[in-house]
């Protein structure tokens, strides 16, 4: 059975795909081992430590991720897998685990940065005015 789930925060979007295996998982076809920063990979392996590890034994997980910078896409990365497994093992305790220890897992982070507009140095910033 295959799953395809995605995920995003900010400006990265993360496609996840899992079928059963026997534990690989890939970033951009590179292993998750191999991902630098550690704290990243920390993250976007969160959704195997909440649950078990047992889980990854079971399941290959295929994810291609574009946008934004290493930390939102480690995130968006987080919320796919997170979602994938749900989805994969349709395991409503799974999914209330998640969502007790953090709803981000399994629902997009909608914020986005705010666009810039005349007058000012950024979105909300306005320039200095002097008077003498």
């Known amino acids: 059975m295959v799953t395809n789930t995605s995920g995003k925060k900010k400006t990265a ?8 295996g026997d534990g690989r998982i890939r970033i951009d076809s590179k292993p998750v081992e ?10 976007m ?28 896409q480690a ?6 897998i997170a979602r994938a497994l749900v989805q994969h093992y349709s395991d409503a305790e799974l999914r209330d685990a998640y969502l007790n220890f953090d709803r981000s897992l399994l629902v997009n982070d909608v914020r986005q ?12 910033a306005r320039y200095q005015k002097s008077y003498r």
């Open 113 to 124: 940065s705010e666009p810039k507009k005349w007058g000012g140095p950024g979105a909300r």
């Open 75 to 80: 995130d968006a990365i987080r919320t796919a």
């Open 34 to 43: 191999l991902v630098e920063p550690e704290q990243a990979r920390l993250k």
């Open 13 to 20: 979007i993360a496609r996840a795909t899992v079928r059963d």
């Open 45 to 72: 392996l969160e959704p195997f430590r909440i649950a078990s590890d047992d889980l990854r034994e079971g399941v290959d997980i295929d994810v291609t991720v574009n946008g934004g910078g290493f930390s939102g």
